[in-house]
């Protein structure tokens, strides 16, 4: 399991996070223990009761410190072998709607807006597709263009050569504020 920090609520974590919820975020950053009852054993953990551990996910989740907590398909492993960043050159009037577009595709893992590098780089959306070979990841990327009207639109199409690392992001570390 993983847990993903909220990027689309903005909160001042500085008043609403307190060292508790910094060692809770740090003790769960790294998956739920495979145990009949995970929360008891990261409130042993961290040094609290199992009930105040629901508590303080529930808490964070409604200010939007925490989104959702899930779990991470290794997508290599389960026979999805190929994948691609898609780079656009979309306008800038556009971007909002054509990447929503692209989001809502369940193939697509990620669609993120970047600022142009010019004259080097012409790019401003991006999304990542997967799919079990390249020739599904073509199909997708079809598929994508004229679902979304993409017609036309400057584009490259950067297939993964070689995996370096794949794992969620590690927010807090041994040694931060509160995590001693």
């Not at 920090?5 to 508790?20: G, M, P, Q």
């Not at 026979?79 to 909002?96: C, E, K, L």
Request: net charge positive; hydrophobic share 40%; glycine share 8%.
């Amino acid at each position: 399991m993983d847990l993903t920090l909220a990027n689309r609520v903005r909160v001042d974590s500085t008043k609403v996070v307190d060292d508790t919820d910094r060692r809770l975020l740090a003790a769960i950053q790294s998956g739920l223990p495979l145990v009949a009852r995970p929360y008891a054993e990261i409130a042993g953990r961290i040094g609290v009761a199992e009930s105040e551990v629901i508590m303080r996910l529930s808490r964070l989740q409604e200010i939007g410190v925490v989104r959702r907590l899930g779990v991470i398909v290794r997508h290599h492993e389960v026979g999805y072998g190929a994948n691609a960043m898609v780079v656009w050159d979309v306008p800038d009037t556009q971007v909002r709607e054509l990447g929503r577009c692209l989001a809502g595709f369940d193939f697509v893992t990620l669609c993120y807006r970047r600022p142009r590098r010019l004259p080097q780089w012409r790019y401003n959306l991006y999304c990542m597709i997967h799919g079990r070979d390249r020739e599904e990841v073509l199909a997708h990327l079809e598929w994508m263009v004229n679902r979304c009207g993409l017609q036309g639109l400057p584009h490259s199409v950067l297939f993964s050569r070689r995996r370096f690392k794949q794992r969620g992001a590690k927010y807090f570390v041994e040694g931060d504020r509160g995590l001693s």
